[in-house]
Structure formats: structure tokens, C-alpha cells
């Protein structure tokens, strides 16, 4: 049943703020929210960040000017963090702040205990892409969900329409190429959690493609992995009939000046969009220039992302990897001029002395060219600027070598100093301030009643200090005059006078100075009125840790399970005494077939494993996978989990829950879940600690599996090996050919695709968590799991038959990484664990 879309409304514009600077920049250039994070628990560590001691002082500061501040705790937690998580809360709630934002389902739990009015919103990092997943988030307690940034506006509008819940939407900023909240890459690579705030940006750097084995020549293509940023401004109004909360600029590691650009960007496209403007319309009441300066402040190339529609050819040009700016012209080649050497360029667009420039190179940047511009040649003269359209000869300074400058290469202005200081003085000299309406009124020889009140709410009343007189005839300005000039000399404040009312008899005067103490009342009264706070509790992290449990039925029953790509591996699995197995198929239609040849030959136990992504309209993948009565299904999203219940097939919430601490295992075995998949961001202590209590018997550990790196809306496959944009037109290389990406060390990692078309990155070398397998035992676990992605039989037959060594105690895990190293090459690695030894 769909729920009818929310009255056409002015969607707030939410800026980023790493530091004081860049908070002081979205205020002024208009931003209606500021998120920012404090130090620890949020998804830029690299940010200055905030602290607790001066987060009174902040929100309140937001709050004298009209704008509201979210706090970011937008990471997974672990069992012996939540007391400082608490801690955070609770300042949070002190301070006042507007909304916390989270990932993590039990950190959710603990922000409800202990603020119950805080607001809460659903962090982009607890991948909501379908209305299920929204709609379990209000259960949590939450008041807007974060979207997905793969998800299609009509997408959005689908979830829109079966659901009522306050939605945001990225529309500015870098693009993860993997789904937010299941990236793995920096866990993997380096022990640095992307769940955790600590993304190393793999993703950023280049990699080569492997097709069936052999090394291909891309060209300049290194990037494979790096996509455009968004810049979706031309598509405010479309979210603005959608009904869309929020629209929000990502940047928290960005300065004042990315800050001020795009704020005043999406502020005018809003206000043009609500003011009636539709379509590509919207641009004429956006001041020109505005969008320009805000790429030029920072940029990787630019686009509306999936807001348009999945294009895997347009998001990943795959030639540059970081901040380029904007396109300036194409190099000619280098030219001499008075011994001096020059970059010869034909412009298309302005340059100027002092702009940052760059030639891009070749491959992985081979040959790039940068730097500061010293002096511009136009036809033999120096000048300070050149327009677009010209010929000139640029001088990049003596300390700069442009002999590798290539002819055809685009050139890029990195950097506008002028720009950057004309943006920064725009919001200096004319900040955006908050508009106040005033009512006057009161009877000669009273006291006049003075009240004002803001448009986002604030309010003050005050009374005169000197009667009303009736004034002498011929005094010059009438009273309503009078009273605006004195009244609105509100000179620093965050104010500016909207509407003023009078209700004073006419004919009748309020003295000057009495009009000028009763302004500073009020505008002291509105400052004060922006200051709240949030009431807490008494019951805390300690108090929800001991009432953690599981739910009051047997646990699943033990045995080691297998996830298999193929049937081949799936037969393997068994014929080497596997307990069970669990498909995950490429080819929807094959999972049939494959359940019932698995059965026929005595499986006893089959499962089947959805994609990790459920989009709207994919909820019928999951109704035929349940058609087939497997003996267990994977529950891999939020949607699922909350969808999926009482359906009376067994359900293993998978890995791709972000299960880290008790509070969140217990609310998703609330679920109708028989058992879950903890979190790979568990490193061997962490797991061993979650395992050490009541939770063990409902847990299925992963025990081998090459780790999911990148898990992407984006198709590698169908970008690299075909001219199709989507699904409907690649052709499928994916079923014909195998795919890996190359690092900078010489490891392929494998790259598969499925039933959604949705590419993971595996990692080259498998992840044992053979060393916590005894204490995982002796905390009471009995399910575990391996998952394989391209093992032949014979290194099927091997893994199982060893690890159920292992899990006997015939062998241990140093014997283990011998057996399997000594028997097939076969080696492991720690990964996130890091309990193997070389």
C-alpha cells in the first residue's frame, strides 16, 4: 500500500564541518544544519573534529543563527567502547544537539535508552536502500534515514511512496565506489576500519585488469576503482516534489572555502526550487557562477552519480584519482620563450596569475605536469588573465619541469585564489541571517510589549522601559518609520528585522533610546533561547550489556557450512563431509536446479544466500529464493531483516549486519534470526570477547574466506569489457570471462558479480580465523562457516576436509596454515584478525 508523499516542502541544505572554520563558513553562507563529528565514534578520524567540553558553545552558536547541529556517531562499536559511546550521548544530550547520527543498530539502542527524545538518524553507513530497511530504523527509534548514495531518483521515489519516514539525500561530494557500511578494503589491506572512521581510500588508487588470466592494456585507464564526485544541483527540484527532508554535501575533510562555495550553491538551488522553477529551469534563478565556484574549490570530474541512473561508463573515467578542478583548455605542447620553457595551451575557460594548473599524464598519473602560474603570454604580451577561447603561453616558474607536458593532454585549474577569497569574502561581508519579526504594541502612557520571534522558531518578549507618549505634531518620521529604523539596526547580530507590526495608537511615540534598550532585550532574549537541552536517563550501557540476551529458544543446530559459487564447489563441500552448504549463484534461475540436484544426491542441509543489496522491486529475488523451501536463508540487509520475518524458514543474518557488539546481536536475533554472522571488522579479541557469553551458540563463525573487499552498485565487468551502461545492454561478459584487478604489489583480486549485476572485490589471499576457533568453541559456538569464491574441487576438498580437523582439535591452527600451505600452496593471512603469524 503506498503512502502518499509529504506536502511540497523546503528541504533543508546541510553542510559539513571539520573544524571551527568550516562551521563558521556553512553558517554564514546559509546552511539550515551543520554535521560534524566529535573525536572518536564518527566516519572522518582524519577531521579536526569537535569535543564534548565546547559542545554547548557549538550548538548554541548553531542555534543563534538559525541552524541546527548533528552530531556524527556513525561508526560500529565494540562491547568495551559503549561506556564512552554513553558518555558521548549524554553530552550530546546536554548540549543540545538537533540529531545524532549512527550506524551502528546497537549504538541505536543505547542512544534511545539513554536520551529517549534525542532525535536519531540513520548514518548513510547502515546501507538503507529499499523501504524495509526504513522502516526497521523507525523501530529503532529513528527519525530520518540517511539513503544509500547508489539509489536512482526513482528509486527513492519508490521508497518514498511506501513510506512516510523523513528521507536525505547525498547531493554533493566524493562517491564511495563501495556501498557505504560494506567496504572492507582498509580492514583487510591495513587493520584500518572504513566502519571505524580509518578508510585508507583503496579505492583511489590504480589498478590493472586481468582478463581469464592475462594482463590487459587500458591505456591511460588506471583508476579503475576511483569514480567522479556528485554534483546533482540541476536535480533540487525533482527532490524537492519528492518530498526529500535533507539534502546534504559530503566534506567534512574539506576547508572553509569548499564549505562556503557549495552551501551557497545548494541553498540557491533550493530556493529556486521551491519558488517554482522546475527541471533544467532551476538554473536561471541560481546566480551564474555558483556552481563553478563550488567545483573549483574540489573536484575529481563531476556528475550526478546514481542519482541519474546506473551508467558504468560514465562514473569511472578511471584517468585521475583526486582533486582536478576545473577543465581549462588542452595542452598544445611546450613552446620557449626568452629561454624560459612554457606550456602552450588553448583555453576554455580564464586563467590567470596565480591559478594552480595541471597536464594530466598517462597511465597512473606518468608524466603529469602542475603548479603555480608565474606570467601568461598572449601573442608575445604579459598579461594578468587570459580568457577563453585564447592562445597562451604559460610560465609555471623555474623549480617546475614541463618538458613532459604532452600535446592533446586536458589541462585543469587545481586552484582559483582569487576565487577561494572572493567566496570567503561574499559570506564575510553579507552573511546569511535569520529573519525576525517584531510586534509592537501597548496605550499611551504603558509600557510598550515588544515580541519577536524567528523564523526557525526562537522567541522573545520584553517590556519598554519608558511609557508611550502621544507624540508633538510635526515631528518628522512617521512611527512605523521610526520604529523599523531603531529596531532593525541589528548591526552583528545573526539577525535582520522581517516584518514589523504595530499595534500603538496613532499618532503616539516610543522614545529613541527606550526603542534602542528594548532591541538589545531581545536580541539578548532570542541568544538565550537557543541554548536547550535533552533529557536523559539513569539507565545506561552497563544496564542494556546485562540485559542482553538472546532469545528464549534452542540454538541452531552446530556443524561446518559452506557458501559455494558453483554446484561443482557446492558437491566438493559435501563429498568432503561438509555439514550443510549455502548457494550463491550468479544466475538466479540456475539456484532452482542446483537445490534440487543437491537434495536428490542426500544434502541434508541447503541453504541459499540473496544478493547483500536489495533495491526496490528486488524484494520478488528474495519470494522465489524462499519458494524454493531452502533449509536456510542468509538474511544480508536491513530490509531483508526486518521483511523476511515469520516467513518459517530458517534465517542466518549474515556478516553484512555489522553484528560488533551484544546490543546489536541481540537486535538483530530479535529479528526472527536462528543465527548471525559477526562482523569482519572483529579483529581475534574482539570476536573472541563477543563469543565469551550467551550470544556463542547463535553465532555462525566465518572461519576461511577471501575477504570481501569493495561490495559496489558499480559493474568493473560491464564498464571495462563492454559499451553498455547497464544490465539491459553489457552483453554479460561476467558469464563468459573471469575478471580480477591487479594491485600495486602484484595480486589479483578476484572480481565477481551477482544476481544484482553488483561487482565485490574479493581479496587475492584468504582470511583464517583458525586461531579463536578453540576459545569460539569454549564460549559455547557450534556453526561454523567457509566461503569460497573460485576454488577448484581439489582446494574445495582440502579447506573442508582440514578445517573439520580443526573444529575435532586433531589438529591446531599452526598445523592447519602447514597443512593447507604444504598440500596445495594454499596459503592464509590474518587480514582483519591478525592472529596468523608468517
Given at each position: 500500500m503506498s503512502t502518499p508523499l509529504p506536502p511540497r516542502r523546503r528541504p533543508e541544505v546541510l553542510a559539513p564541518a571539520g573544524d571551527e572554520a568550516a562551521l563558521d563558513a556553512a553558517i554564514r553562507a546559509g546552511a539550515d544544519a551543520v554535521y560534524f563529528g566529535l573525536q572518536g565514534f564518527n566516519a572522518r578520524a582524519r577531521a579536526r573534529n569537535f569535543d564534548t567540553a565546547g559542545l554547548a558553545r557549538t550548538l548554541a552558536r548553531l542555534h543563534e543563527r538559525g541552524a541546527k547541529g548533528y552530531v556524527t556517531l556513525n561508526t560500529l562499536v565494540f562491547d568495551d567502547e559503549l561506556p564512552s559511546?554513553?558518555?558521548?550521548?549524554?553530552?550530546?544530550?546536554?548540549?543540545?544537539?538537533d540529531a545524532v547520527i549512527v550506524q551502528d543498530l546497537g549504538v541505536a539502542r543505547l542512544v534511545r535508552a539513554v536520551a529517549p527524545d534525542l532525535p536519531i538518524h540513520a548514518s548513510t553507513q547502515m546501507t538503507c536502500t529499499d523501504a524495509g530497511a526504513v522502516e526497521l530504523a523507525r523501530e529503532l527509534g529513528v527519525e530520518r534515514v540517511i539513503l544509500a548514495r547508489e539509489l536512482s531518483l526513482d528509486d527513492i521515489a519508490k521508497i518514498r511512496s511506501q513510506t512516510d519516514m523523513d528521507l536525505e539525500v547525498f547531493v554533493h561530494g566524493a562517491l564511495c565506489i563501495a556501498y557505504s557500511?560494506?567496504?572492507?578494503?582498509?580492514?583487510?589491506?591495513?587493520?584500518?576500519?572504513?566502519?571505524?572512521?580509518?578508510?585508507?581510500?583503496a579505492c583511489r588508487l590504480p589498478y590493472e585488469l586481468v582478463i581469464d588470466g592475462v594482463l590487459q592494456d587500458l591505456g591511460d585507464r588506471a583508476y579503475l576503482l576511483s569514480p567522479e564526485d556528485l554534483e546533482a544541483s540541476t536535480l533540487i527540484p525533482?527532490?524537492?516534489e519528492l518530498g526529500i527532508a535533507s539534502v546534504k554535501i559530503e566534506g567534512r575533510l574539506k576547508g572553509p572555502e569548499y564549505v562556503a562555495a557549495t552551501t551557497r550553491l545548494y541553498r540557491?538551488?533550493?530556493?529556486?526550487?521551491?519558488?517554482?522553477?522546475?527541471?533544467?529551469?532551476?538554473?536561471?534563478?541560481?546566480?551564474?557562477?555558483?556552481?563553478?565556484?563550488?567545483?573549483?574549490?574540489?573536484?575529481?570530474?563531476?556528475?550526478?552519480?546514481?542519482?541519474?541512473?546506473?551508467?558504468?561508463?560514465?562514473?569511472?573515467?578511471?584517468?585521475?584519482?583526486?582533486?582536478?578542478?576545473?577543465?581549462?583548455?588542452?595542452?598544445?605542447?611546450?613552446a620557449r620563450h626568452r629561454g624560459r620553457p612554457?606550456?602552450?595551451?588553448?583555453?576554455?575557460?580564464?586563467?590567470?596569475?596565480?591559478?594552480?594548473?595541471?597536464?594530466?599524464?598517462?597511465?597512473?598519473?606518468?608524466?603529469?605536469?602542475?603548479?603555480?602560474?608565474?606570467?601568461?603570454?598572449?601573442?608575445?604580451?604579459?598579461?594578468?588573465?587570459?580568457?577563453?577561447?585564447?592562445?597562451?603561453?604559460?610560465?609555471?616558474?623555474?623549480?617546475?619541469?614541463?618538458?613532459?607536458?604532452?600535446?592533446?593532454?586536458?589541462?585543469?585549474?587545481?586552484?582559483?585564489?582569487?576565487?577561494?577569497?572572493?567566496?570567503?569574502?561574499?559570506?564575510?561581508?553579507?552573511?546569511?541571517?535569520?529573519?525576525?519579526?517584531?510586534?509592537?504594541?501597548?496605550?499611551?502612557g504603558e509600557v510598550p510589549r515588544f515580541e519577536a520571534r524567528a523564523e526557525n522558531g526562537l522567541a522573545a518578549e520584553v517590556t519598554g522601559d519608558m511609557a508611550v507618549s502621544e507624540a508633538r505634531s510635526g515631528t518628522g518620521a512617521s512611527l512605523a518609520e521610526a520604529?523599523?529604523?531603531?529596531?532593525?539596526?541589528?548591526?552583528?547580530?545573526?539577525?535582520?528585522?522581517?516584518?514589523?507590526?504595530?499595534?500603538?495608537?496613532?499618532?503616539?511615540?516610543?522614545?529613541?533610546?527606550?526603542?534602542?534598550?528594548?532591541?538589545?532585550?531581545?536580541?539578548?532574549?532570542?541568544?538565550?533561547?537557543?541554548?536547550?537541552?535533552?533529557?536523559?536517563?539513569a539507565r545506561g550501557g552497563a544496564d542494556l550489556l546485562a540485559s542482553a540476551k538472546p532469545p528464549d529458544r534452542e540454538p541452531p543446530r552446530g556443524g561446518l557450512f559452506v557458501l559455494c559459487r558453483s554446484v561443482a564447489q557446492a558437491e566438493a563441500a559435501l563429498d568432503a563431509g561438509a555439514d550443510g552448504v549455502y548457494l550463491d549463484l550468479l544466475e538466479l534461475t540456475g539456484t532452482g536446479p542446483a537445490v534440487r540436484t543437491l537434495r536428490a544426491r542426500g544434502a541434508g542441509f541447503v541453504g541459499v544466500a540473496p544478493p547483500r543489496i536489495r533495491k526496490p522491486g528486488e524484494e520478488k529475488i528474495?519470494?522465489?529464493?524462499?519458494?524454493?523451501?531452502?533449509?536456510?536463508?542468509?538474511?544480508?540487509?536491513?530490509?531483508?531483516?526486518?521483511?523476511?520475518?515469520?516467513?518459517?524458514?530458517?534465517?542466518?543474518?549474515?556478516?553484512?549486519?555489522?553484528?560488533?557488539?551484544?546490543?546489536?546481536a541481540a537486535e538483530v536475533l530479535s529479528h526472527d534470526l536462528a543465527a548471525f554472522t559477526p562482523s569482519f571488522d572483529l579483529d581475534?579479541?574482539?570476536?573472541?570477547?563477543?563469543?565469551?557469553?550467551?550470544?556463542?551458540?547463535?553465532?555462525?563463525?566465518?572461519?576461511h574466506h577471501p575477504m570481501p573487499l569493495f561490495h559496489m552498485e558499480h559493474c568493473v565487468i560491464a564498464a571495462l569489457l563492454s559499451e553498455g551502461k547497464d544490465h539491459r545492454d553489457c552483453g554479460r561478459p561476467c558469464e563468459k570471462h573471469q575478471i580480477a584487478l591487479r594491485d600495486r604489489t602484484g595480486m589479483d583480486h578476484p572480481v565477481e558479480a551477482d544476481v544484482g549485476c553488483r561487482n565485490t572485490v574479493f581479496h587475492a589471499a584468504a582470511q583464517s580465523a583458525a586461531g579463536v576457533v578453540a576459545a569460539a568453541q569454549q564460549g559455547g559456538a557450534r556453526r561454523f562457516r567457509i566461503e569460497l569464491v573460485r576454488e577448484a574441487r581439489d582446494e574445495v576438498g582440502r579447506l573442508v576436509s582440514t578445517y573439520r580437523k580443526l573444529l575435532k582439535g586433531t589438529i591446531g591452527a599452526a598445523e592447519l596454515r602447514r597443512t593447507l600451505k604444504a598440500e596445495g600452496g594454499y596459503g592464509v593471512v590474518s587480514g582483519s584478525l591478525r592472529v596468523l603469524q608468517a
Open positions: 559511546v554513553e558518555a558521548a550521548a549524554r553530552a550530546c544530550a546536554a548540549a543540545g544537539v557500511g560494506q567496504c572492507l578494503t582498509s580492514e583487510a589491506l591495513g587493520g584500518r576500519s572504513a566502519n571505524r572512521g580509518a578508510c585508507a581510500q525533482k527532490l524537492v540557491a538551488a533550493v530556493e529556486a526550487a521551491v519558488a517554482g522553477d522546475a527541471g533544467a529551469g532551476s538554473e536561471t534563478r541560481v546566480a551564474p557562477g555558483l556552481r563553478e565556484a563550488a567545483l573549483q574549490m574540489y573536484s575529481r570530474g563531476s556528475g550526478p552519480g546514481f542519482l541519474a541512473g546506473i551508467d558504468h561508463q560514465r562514473l569511472v573515467e578511471a584517468r585521475a584519482c583526486d582533486h582536478r578542478g576545473l577543465l581549462t583548455g588542452a595542452c598544445l605542447g611546450v612554457h606550456l602552450q595551451v588553448r583555453l576554455e575557460a580564464p586563467i590567470a596569475r596565480g591559478d594552480g594548473v595541471l597536464v594530466e599524464g598517462g597511465f597512473g598519473g606518468e608524466g603529469e605536469v602542475g603548479g603555480r602560474v608565474w606570467g601568461v603570454l598572449r601573442r608575445g604580451e604579459d598579461v594578468e588573465r587570459a580568457a577563453a577561447g585564447e592562445e597562451v603561453l604559460v610560465w609555471l616558474g623555474p623549480e617546475v619541469n614541463v618538458a613532459g607536458a604532452a600535446s592533446g593532454r586536458r589541462v585543469w585549474k587545481t586552484n582559483d585564489p582569487a576565487r577561494e577569497k572572493a567566496v570567503l569574502a561574499e559570506i564575510e561581508r553579507a552573511p546569511h541571517r535569520l529573519r525576525v519579526d517584531v510586534r509592537v504594541s501597548g496605550e499611551v520604529l523599523r529604523d531603531k529596531l532593525g539596526r541589528l548591526g552583528d547580530t545573526p539577525f535582520e528585522l522581517g516584518a514589523l507590526t504595530v499595534a500603538l495608537p496613532a499618532g503616539s511615540l516610543v522614545p529613541p533610546s527606550s526603542l534602542n534598550r528594548a532591541r538589545r532585550a531581545l536580541v539578548e532574549q532570542l541568544l538565550a533561547s537557543a541554548s536547550r537541552a535533552w533529557p536523559t536517563t528474495d519470494r522465489y529464493l524462499a519458494s524454493l523451501e531452502p533449509d536456510a536463508v542468509l538474511v544480508r540487509g536491513l530490509g531483508a531483516l526486518r521483511d523476511g520475518a515469520g516467513s518459517g524458514i530458517p534465517r542466518i543474518g549474515d556478516f553484512s549486519l555489522n553484528v560488533t557488539n551484544r546490543l546489536s581475534a579479541a574482539q570476536l573472541a570477547a563477543l563469543l565469551d557469553g550467551p550470544f556463542a551458540p547463535f553465532a555462525e563463525v566465518v572461519v
